[in-house]
């Protein structure tokens, strides 16, 4: 009855509109009272002591710090110099502006790790480059909207850094290096569908006529956004530091980028970017020292092991019980972000992974796939709602080109189950 309620409150309170973050620990809390009536205080003490727990994690201080990259590099113009870069390499006509929106998305996802903050930097420049170019703006918001889901694949990562905290199994720079190449994957199978249906629909007839940038003017004025990823990942390959430490020093590169070497910040510009990125980074926070008390829930309350054993003794056998995971996880997607997702369902399938000995790291990397396509799935996409705002369309006319590039990343999706050398070869090769 109680582990029932758990979920009925859990959702009910989700319908009513309560934020995810509050629904996790007034539901958990609630049930952790009812299963503790005869106790002092109901055993909430539990509730502080696991609110602490779900936040005094070390790896979780790298996520304010990457929230702070991701607001930098909105603010110093790195991506518009990225785009003139890419542009002088691929150069102008039908199809190569979503093709450079995908591009810079994908680097600029390997710097900030958040994809509503990619979608907003990339759309800025690229939704109103496309519009000039003669692209419809419902066909610009689901291509940026799409690009910018890759960022959670392409290392450093939000979620990975979650996923980490929540299974011992996998370490941060494993799943760094795990998702590069289906990042990189991804990014390519959406350029794809991109090209192909801008050429067929003759989109960007006045792209041509457009001037092209000179390749070594954009190379240097483009070199420094290009060394960030080099910095932060070389860095932590090399052993100079922790994700969490090349989190702070990427913080201090992008100021001095910004401030020293483009100077588009201003001191008077810190405030904002240091309240936006707080905001942001108190709210993801929040939902996850509150899910610490949900997960408390889940596992005090008995519910694990029941639901396991229901999943392994179905009949689907280990393919089935996957492809039924993918339509949930996908499903979910559409409706909740990518952290709230895994703090939800990570305690629940841990079990699962164990019983068929799937590799976490390489579990890792098909939830956060399943993850990324729920970014820019319709009814309730943060990215693609993000790149809609910029391009002031409904989210329902992008349903007709979103599909198609929610199709290609899919079947990344499905060749990385197929063969899981594609996201464990290079964690084996690094030597993690």
């Known amino acids: 009855m109680i582990p029932t309620l758990l979920f009925v409150a859990f959702v009910a309170m989700m319908l009513a509109g309560v934020p995810i973050g509050a629904a996790l620990g007034l539901a958990g809390a609630a049930c952790i009272a009812l299963a503790n009536s005869d106790a002092q205080w109901f055993g909430l003490l539990a509730v502080p002591q696991n609110f602490y727990a779900g936040l005094g994690k070390y790896p979780l201080l790298a996520i304010p710090m990457f929230v702070l990259v991701g607001s930098i590099f909105d603010r110093s113009g790195v991506a518009l110099r990225l785009v003139n870069f890419a542009v002088a390499i691929v150069g102008r006509g039908p199809g190569m502006l979503p093709l450079v929106a995908i591009a810079v998305a994908m680097f600029l996802g390997g710097i900030s790790g958040s994809g509503p ?76 569908p991109a090209v192909l249906l801008a ?88 939902v996850v020292s509150l899910a610490g008390i949900f997960a408390y829930s889940l596992s005090t309350l008995g519910i694990i092991d029941p639901v396991t054993r229901a999943i392994v003794n179905s009949g689907l056998g280990e393919y089935g019980i996957l492809a039924l995971l993918i339509l949930l996880l996908i499903t979910v997607g559409m409706f909740l972000d990518g952290v709230s997702i895994f703090l939800i369902f990570v305690p629940l399938l841990l079990p699962i992974v164990q019983y068929y000995k799937w590799d976490p790291v390489w579990f ?20 693609l709602m993000v790149s809609c705002r910029i391009a002031k369309v409904r989210m329902e006319e992008t349903v007709r080109w979103v599909g198609w590039m929610l199709f290609s990343m899919f079947v990344v999706m499905v060749l990385v189950i197929v063969f899981p050398e594609l996201a464990l070869w290079l964690p084996r090769k690094l030597g993690y």
């Open 199 to 286: 050429r067929q629909h003759k989109m960007g007839a006045l792209e041509a006529t457009l001037p092209r940038p000179p390749f070594w003017k954009s190379l240097r004025e483009a070199i420094w956004g290009l060394a960030a990823p080099v910095l932060i990942l070389g860095g932590m390959r090399a052993g100079w530091f922790t994700p969490t430490e090349a989190a702070v020093v990427a913080v201090f590169y992008g100021l001095f980028v910004g401030m020293c070497v483009h100077r588009t910040i201003k001191v008077r510009d810190l405030f904002v970017i240091l309240r936006e990125s707080g905001e942001l980074s108190a709210v993801i926070l929040l």
């Open 364 to 383: 890792g990397v098909i939830l956060t796939l399943k993850v990324a396509l729920g970014q820019f799935t319709p009814p309730l996409a943060v990215n």
């Open 117 to 192: 903050a990619n979608a907003a930097a990339v759309g800025a420049v690229m939704i109103a480059a496309m519009s000039r170019a003669g692209y419809p703006a419902a066909f610009s918001a689901s291509v940026v909207g799409a690009a910018a889901a890759t960022d959670i694949l392409i290392p450093p990562s939000v979620a990975f850094i979650v996923y980490s905290v929540l299974v011992p199994g996998a370490s941060v720079p494993a799943l760094f290096a795990a998702g590069m190449i289906p990042g990189v994957m991804a990014g390519l199978a959406l350029m794809i």
